[in-house]
């Protein structure tokens, strides 16, 4: 008995076309071991096809990579304001801020 599977939708029918695929018998053969239209089942493959084709190209995109920063004890300038940049956040402090606190700053800030 030839079921009507066209209500279905997408995912049963590329369900479908997987298998026929995998099963390397002919979409007619296919078709009538599993009660389905031939003409439908052809057409699902077609359209399935087709959407391949015109599927736009994903490219990789390379991930940012983080690099370990290591705070290190530096000579505080004599006189004047210490400038923190980091992207594109500035900051300005009369001391230097302990270097433990720019740490957790350069993790939490997101690189622009």
């Given at each position: 008995?030839q079921?009507?599977?066209?209500d279905?939708?997408?995912?049963?029918?590329?369900?479908?076309?997987?298998r026929?695929?995998r099963?390397?018998?002919?979409?007619?053969?296919?078709?009538?071991?599993?009660?389905?239209?031939?003409?439908?089942?052809?057409?699902w493959?077609w359209?399935?096809?087709?959407d391949?084709?015109d599927?736009?190209?994903?490219?990789?995109v390379k991930?940012?990579?983080?690099?370990?920063?290591?705070?290190?004890l530096?000579?505080?300038?004599a006189?004047?304001?210490?400038?923190?940049?980091l992207?594109?956040?500035?900051?300005?402090?009369?001391t230097?801020?302990?270097a433990?606190y720019?740490?957790?700053?350069?993790?939490e800030?997101?690189?622009?």
């Open positions: 008995m079921l009507e599977k066209r279905l939708g997408r995912g049963y029918w590329a369900k479908q076309v997987g026929l695929t099963s390397g018998l002919s979409a007619r053969e296919f078709s009538a071991k599993h009660g389905l239209k031939l003409r439908t089942l052809q057409w493959r359209r399935l096809k087709q391949l084709k599927a736009p190209v994903r490219r990789r991930r940012a990579r983080f690099i370990e920063v290591t705070p290190q530096a000579v505080a300038p006189a004047g304001r210490v400038r923190i940049c992207g594109a956040l500035s900051m300005e402090f009369e230097p801020p302990p433990a720019v740490l957790q700053l350069a993790r800030v997101t690189p622009c």
